[in-house]
């Protein structure tokens, strides 16, 4: 395969051409799709340097893997997944090295969101896309790993409670209980920023 | 509202209930209000969040980040081999260690023991009575085996050809 066709070609060929020992096929799928990996590696870590080693340790497993790879699902999503372990991995780590605190037992039982009143404005209505993601990304970055980790995996990749629950390591009932606190908490900080704009 | 019912009412809301149970959700829905406000504020933030991530591109350009992770690629590669040939003695080696153990610890058992169970070790006993003949006892079965060599074998085997019977 030439470079010509390398770039022309479909993810799907170039994933069989990778899959034979082609390396500019595979780099081409590391252009294509970098972008995508590194976001959701910066989307859970909310750390540029973690997230830059991270997606470029799930291409290098990627590689390794690649036969592995039977294009049940695209080959995008594929890589996702990869990273999406690699930073669970990072941030169970890093969550035994810090000591057990209160915020972090209040994942499940739901801390301060128990006892927040029910909001009946919409705090995102009437904002146009741009500003809509900013403030996104502005409150998910207040979340904890744990409650922003469940968010992404449900609302940005579209994943069943049961998958969550297995990508999570964890019972279909915590992940239910943290996406309710999750939601209402990043509802909270919606509200917040609303009101620091007016 | 109990918590068990949030639940229940965010899973209506992400399709995760059984026909039966969201035809329950859509009933009590009707008459509380309650549960309305809060489905409706989930709902908001489910709604906010589609299609609402922002849009990261990699601070590095494409070539540095492939020259990257081509040169991993290359330093696992170089390591893997290694790790095989490791990984084809390691088999043996399980095999080994647990057998060479049992082996010492045989050899122990059997040094430590020797000199104590001297009358058992007698169960099989060859000895030379004199330089023609050899007994052989086994106590276990009683039994009792005695060569003699008349004339001494070695007397035979020096005898001319013509004279061995």
């Known amino acids: ?198 | 509202m109990e918590h068990d019912n949030e639940l229940k009412l965010q899973a209506y809301l992400d399709g995760e209930l059984p026909e039966a149970e969201a035809r329950e959700v859509l009933k009590w829905l009707a008459h509380d209000q309650e549960a309305v406000l809060l489905q409706a504020e989930l709902k908001n933030t489910r709604q906010a969040l589609a299609g609402a991530e922002r849009l990261i591109q990699l601070p590095e350009s494409r070539e540095f980040f492939w020259s990257k992770i081509e040169r991993d690629i290359s330093r696992v590669e170089r390591t893997e081999p290694a790790q095989s040939k490791e990984s084809f003695f390691a088999p043996w080696r399980r095999l080994l260690v647990p057998v060479s153990a049992a082996a010492v610890l045989g050899i122990v058992i059997l040094s430590v023991l020797g000199p104590m169970s001297s009358s058992s070790m007698a169960e099989n006993e060859v000895s030379s009575e004199d330089d023609t003949g050899f007994v052989y006892r086994d106590d276990t079965t009683g039994t009792t085996m005695v060569w003699l060599s008349y004339p001494a074998e070695n007397e035979v085997a020096n005898q001319e050809p013509a004279t061995k019977l």
């Open chain 1, 1 to 198: 395969m030439s470079d010509k066709d390398h770039s022309s070609a479909e993810d799907k060929a170039l994933v069989k051409a990778a899959q034979q020992g082609d390396m500019l096929a595979f780099e081409e799928l590391v252009g294509r799709h970098r972008d995508k990996i590194y976001a959701r590696a910066f989307s859970m870590m909310r750390n540029e340097e973690e997230a830059v080693d991270l997606s470029q340790e799930a291409w290098v497993k990627g590689w390794q893997r690649l036969n592995q790879f039977q294009g049940e699902s695209s080959f995008g999503t594929w890589m996702t997944r990869i990273v999406i372990n690699l930073c669970l991995d990072q941030l169970r780590k890093q969550k035994r090295q810090r000591t057990e605190s209160i915020e972090a037992m209040d994942q499940e039982s739901g801390g301060v969101e128990r006892q927040m009143p029910v909001l009946t404005v919409n705090p995102t209505a009437g904002l146009e896309r741009a500003e809509l993601r900013q403030r996104i990304d502005k409150a998910m970055a207040q979340l904890s790993h744990e409650h922003r980790t469940v968010l992404i995996l449900h609302e940005f990749e579209e994943m069943e409670y049961k998958q969550i629950a297995k990508t999570m390591n964890c019972s279909i009932g915590t992940v239910m209980s943290r996406l309710f606190y999750a939601r209402r908490k990043l509802a909270a900080l919606l509200m917040d920023l609303k009101k620091n704009e007016q």
